[in-house]
């Protein structure tokens, strides 16, 4: 008999998807594919191709870390992998990524070049001559201490604020910038920079048409406001500025005929991250100043910002595919929408997404291959215009699962409502005994994102577990408008608190089969803020909490955090603690550890560099030096070699020891209060 209900193994079943870009013809489309090897502990990466000519989708490499694949021509493509080579374990302290070509044609992929640095994105030029490259470079190691190295690592040295980043480790000495790689050697020469200033990060580069240009992203990585430009190079490395408005760059394409660029921005460094990223289009003459704006929105044109698994990145799409046809999507209301532009018009068709996750997505005259993921769906390939999926990734797991998820608006003040959604099995939905269920109050990280409709394994697994959860996206959260995004702007923990409890009570007032006295609150990074908030600021309102890579002391977080002071305006509204610091100490969470008395988890990663594990340790000790007791008022449990990623992309057990973790201590205090 078939099992009725998933299990925390499930989630090392399925798959996940990046990274998709369609060959020049439009005869084929590479995708990373992201596994899970629970023997291995480790996740892995494969490309897979798709053939226009019988809609198959099927592994290419083997992995086991392959990824960033783009076409050199319509039948070689080129990719970083790693764990290919044996000379890998000798690379000593710097990272290297080694860039390889396989051909459709046959054969192996051939190792072309092994650089010194990390490479982000690549670009190939159009005609395939030249990779442009997002790299950021690493010293060569001198012979003579190729070995001590290997015992005694060299120290880091911070050359700029920006000298760390989660899941990276140390940066380069040297931000990256945009390098150009030739590609018609047999073996490729080392890349050689084509800007390379060291107060900025350079991303995203676009060619022009004729290969004469390059336009690119870059930011001010010193600044504390998000001061993102949008500029144009040739091939000597002549840089102007285009008349884009500086602030957060969500995405830049250029038009096919080279005299456009349309790129995702609002002009606000400041708020910027809090507020919708509209699209709009202007010359790639330097000299005209021609902004316009095309795409109104209340969410962001461009990215994928929707919390799901199986969309392996939150990265974007965008392609100006035709003189009348832009594809992009566009996150807003808790889904991702794929969509095509006119750009003389600004006029929108909503093309796939309207329920769930369209992305990753890419585009070749009328052929237009995306992801779709949904609550009860776990990620497949599409091709717009086909009803049935493209690819089997997940087949075998996806009847497992069972969520009617409910989704309605909560009016929190009188000019403000904030969407809920609800994941509860069917007949956790169907009974109508009162008070008879317990219910977990799930808080996204942050905040700048949003939940929705897109596929998440956890909730699904804790409403099976007999834990209905509910997710919400409060004041802070994207894709609801200017007033909702920038709803805390400078005053975390106020008005977004406030939504979360009346959220709360207006479920409880909803569905009558919630037990008001076995309400949990559970979030993750500033999630995991709100929980410490929730517990230390409104004590007794939830029987219990779990806060996870969690912001407890905004002082010593703005310090040791790779976002530094990044986030400050955000917070507290001014640029520096020392601006205020006693403001800095009034909305940390620790600075009222000692009116807690609900039993709280807390749940850390020893290598987390966005919320390092300071944070955790100082709630940790807060609790116990005020009297809690351990693993029964209070439990930390830090994960070893993990980063801010672990829940999403930890090792396969330390992700089931989590799951086990939160589900155990709910069950714990799942009963009344003494």
Request: proline share 7%; net charge neutral.
């Amino acid at each position: 008999m078939a099992r009725k209900s998933i299990r925390i193994d499930d989630l090392f079943k399925l798959k996940g998807m990046a990274d998709l870009r369609m060959s020049p013809d439009g005869q084929h489309a590479v995708a990373v594919v992201q596994s899970v090897n629970v023997e291995e502990q480790r996740n892995e990466t494969a490309l897979w191709l798709w053939r226009a000519e019988d809609d198959s989708f099927e592994q290419l490499t083997k992995g086991p870390a392959d990824s960033s694949a783009v076409w050199l021509d319509n039948q070689t493509i080129v990719f970083a992998a790693g764990n290919r080579e044996e000379d890998e374990k000798k690379d000593g302290p710097y990272q290297k990524t080694r860039l390889f070509t396989m051909s459709l044609r046959g054969g192996e992929p051939l190792l072309r070049a092994t650089l010194d640095g990390i490479v982000f994105e690549m670009e190939p030029s159009p005609d395939g001559s030249t990779l442009a490259l997002t790299f950021g470079a690493m010293p060569a190691v001198p012979k003579n201490k190729q070995e001590l190295w290997k015992k005694v690592p060299p120290p880091m040295v911070a050359n700029h604020v920006r000298f760390k980043l989660n899941g990276l480790g140390d940066l380069p000495p040297r931000l990256p910038s945009i390098y150009l790689l030739k590609t018609k050697r047999e073996q490729w020469s080392k890349p050689k920079p084509l800007i390379d200033d060291p107060l900025y990060w350079d991303s995203g580069p676009q060619w022009l048409p004729d290969g004469k240009k390059i336009v690119f992203s870059r930011m001010d990585a010193a600044s504390v406001n998000i001061e993102g430009h949008v500029m144009i190079a040739d091939m000597k490395g002549k840089i102007q500025e285009l008349d884009v408005p500086v602030g957060p760059i969500g995405g830049v394409v250029v038009s096919p005929d080279g005299k456009h660029v349309a790129a995702a921005a609002n002009g606000d460094p400041q708020d910027g991250h809090s507020k919708p990223v509209p699209l709009g289009i202007c010359s790639t003459d330097p000299k005209k100043k021609d902004w316009k704006l095309i795409v109104e929105t209340d969410g962001q044109v461009t990215r994928q910002v929707v919390l799901c698994d199986g969309c392996v990145s939150m990265s974007g799409f965008m392609k100006w595919e035709s003189e009348d046809a832009i594809y992009t999507v566009h996150s807003v209301h808790g889904h991702c929408e794929l969509l095509r532009v006119q750009p003389s018009t600004g006029e929108t068709e909503v093309l796939a997404g309207k329920y769930g996750i369209a992305f990753p997505a890419d585009c070749v005259g009328d052929t237009l291959l995306h992801g779709i993921t949904a609550p009860d769906s776990p990620i497949e390939l599409h091709r717009l215009g086909l009803k049935k999926p493209l690819s089997k990734l997940n087949s075998k797991t996806r009847k497992l699962y069972d969520i009617d998820l409910k989704r309605w608006w909560v009016k929190t003040d009188p000019d403000m409502h904030v969407e809920a959604f609800l994941w509860a099995t069917s007949k956790q939905l169907k009974t109508r005994k009162s008070a008879s269920l317990p219910l977990i109050v799930y808080v996204h990280g942050g905040p700048s994102v949003q939940t929705g409709d897109g596929f998440i394994h956890e909730y699904t697994w804790l409403a099976h577990e007999g834990y209905p959860v509910v997710t919400l996206n409060p004041r802070g959260s994207t894709g609801y408008g200017v007033a909702h995004g920038t709803g805390i702007s400078g005053n975390w923990g106020d008005r977004d608190v406030h939504d979360v409890l009346t959220v709360t009570r207006a479920t409880l007032r909803k569905y009558r089969q919630f037990d008001r006295k076995r309400v949990f609150i559970v979030g993750g990074s500033y999630g995991g803020y709100m929980a410490n908030m929730m517990v230390t600021r409104h004590p007794g309102v939830y029987r219990g909490a779990v806060s996870q890579r969690c912001v407890s002391n905004i002082i010593s977080m703005s310090g040791t955090s790779d976002f530094s002071n990044a986030l400050l305006p955000q917070i507290i509204g001014v640029s520096s603690i020392w601006d205020d610091p006693q403001r800095s100490w009034d909305l940390s969470p620790i600075s009222k550890i000692r009116d807690v008395r609900d039993p709280i988890l807390i749940i850390h990663a020893d290598r987390d560099l966005r919320c390092p594990i300071g944070q955790g340790e100082e709630m940790f000790h807060g609790l116990v030096d005020a009297g809690r007791k351990i693993n029964e008022e209070v439990r930390f449990v830090v994960f070893k070699g993990e980063t801010h990623e672990l829940s999403r992309g930890g090792r396969p057990e330390n992700r089931r020891v989590r799951l086990e973790e939160i589900l155990g201590w709910v069950k714990k205090h799942d009963k009344p209060r003494k």
